[in-house]
């Protein structure tokens, strides 16, 4: 099945450490994303990539970083910088047009105590 | 003003009526406007994308696109209980290549 994974899907972490959120999808897409969501909010973008080894940030992309060495695998680490960063955190891809649907994972709940 | 505004609920509708849902944006050269439905807990899922003006209608579901009013709304006919869930509505601003701006987000509540 094509479909995008993200794991693991509750991290919990104490604060001052960095931690990395894995996301991997199989569906060929060029294009991939990494959202924040907050209770009871939107999504908000933190980084995207629309081809292997170029990414791009996004509208809150202080305290995160990416790499894409594989078209496969898009990873995010929070660092300990990012000052509130207990979120859900939320993977997506999509083909590179302009319009394209974006597809989401399952998502990673992070919390750092 | 926000890009994308969604009144953020609860809408309450009787099971078998029809939910209506709204989405405003700021951006009047958007192209492309997607609706996802997100249960509690988990992730958001594509159930709409409308590209041109008029309704797309998909089983349950009807898109509306008025982009001179820069709108864009859903209709859920013969509404379910499994349809409670939050709808969050997503458009693609000129000028943005492929990313998609959300709003908040509609919670839906479907009474039996």
């Known amino acids: 099945d094509g479909g995008i994974t993200q794991s693991p899907k509750y991290l919990f972490r104490k604060e001052g450490q960095n931690v990395t959120l894995s996301c991997e999808q199989n569906?060929?897409?060029?294009?991939m994303y990494w959202y924040r969501q907050d209770p009871g909010q939107g999504l908000r973008l933190i980084y995207y990539s629309q081809i292997v080894n170029d990414f791009q940030k996004g509208d809150i992309a202080e305290g995160y970083s990416v790499s894409r060495e594989k078209k496969e695998s898009f990873p995010l680490t929070v660092t300990s910088a990012q000052k509130n960063p207990t979120a859900f955190y939320l993977c997506?891809?999509?083909?590179?047009?302009?319009?394209?649907?974006?597809?989401f994972g399952p998502g990673t709940r992070l919390t750092v105590t | 003003q926000k890009e994308v505004e969604q009144n953020s609920g609860p809408l309450s509708v009787p099971e078998g009526a029809i939910a209506s849902l709204n989405c405003t944006y700021s951006d009047r050269g958007s192209q492309s406007f997607f609706w996802y439905r997100q249960y509690s807990g988990k992730s958001p899922e594509l159930i709409m994308s409308i590209y041109s003006n008029g309704d797309k209608e998909d089983g349950r579901f009807t898109a509306q696109l008025n982009k001179a009013s820069q709108y864009v709304s859903l209709l859920i006919r013969d509404s379910q209980p499994s349809d409670s869930a939050t709808y969050l509505c997503?458009?693609?601003?000129?000028?943005?290549?492929?990313?998609?701006?959300f709003g908040g987000g509609t919670r839906v509540l479907v009474k039996p």
């Open positions: 569906l060929n897409h060029d294009a």
């Open positions: 997506a891809s999509s083909e590179s047009g302009v319009g394209s649907e974006q597809y």
């Open positions: 997503a458009v693609n601003p000129r000028a943005a290549g492929n990313k998609l701006t």
